[in-house]
């Protein structure tokens, strides 16, 4: 089975950068426009997950709130969490890692460099489960 992403983004130009970037490597992406969005869909689809890109600026919830919500989730809290971010500020990365999040990443980045901080965190989780 492909591999899965949750991203939850609200711009669409950037859904569209990591849609282009992962698609043609055969994942499949799950997008979200929010949050709660976000949220819920993490819950829905728990065990097909194996990874979830996080804006941090979204309408109806916070990336904080949602990383929060996600890793408070038993259920969730083993699936990987980077942070995807323009908030590239002194100290943001501190609160992603601090709602939980696994990793963080500031716009603009490198597709590659977002290529290969998703492919190392699947193939460390894969690496830990008895798939």
């Not at 992962?22 to 819950?43: P, T």
């Not at 501190?94 to 696994?102: I, L, N, Q, T, V």
């Not at 597709?111 to 460390?124: C, D, H, M, N, Y």
Request: zero cysteines; proline letters at 4%.
């Amino acid at each position: 089975m492909a591999p899965t992403i949750l991203h939850v983004e609200d711009n669409a130009d950037n859904r569209q950068i990591v849609r282009d970037l992962f698609s043609a490597r055969g994942y499949r992406i799950i997008e979200a426009e929010d949050g709660v969005s976000g949220v819920e869909l993490a819950s829905r689809m728990a065990n097909e997950l194996d990874i979830i890109l996080m804006d941090i600026q979204l309408p109806k919830m916070s990336g904080y709130d949602a990383v929060r919500a996600i890793k408070s989730n038993r259920k969730l809290r083993d699936i990987p969490i980077i942070v995807v971010t323009s908030y590239a500020l002194s100290g943001d990365d501190r609160k992603a890692f601090e709602a939980g999040a696994d990793d963080y990443i500031a716009k603009p980045y490198k597709p590659s460099e977002l290529r290969i901080k998703v492919e190392t965190w699947i193939a460390g989780r894969k690496g830990n489960t008895k798939e």
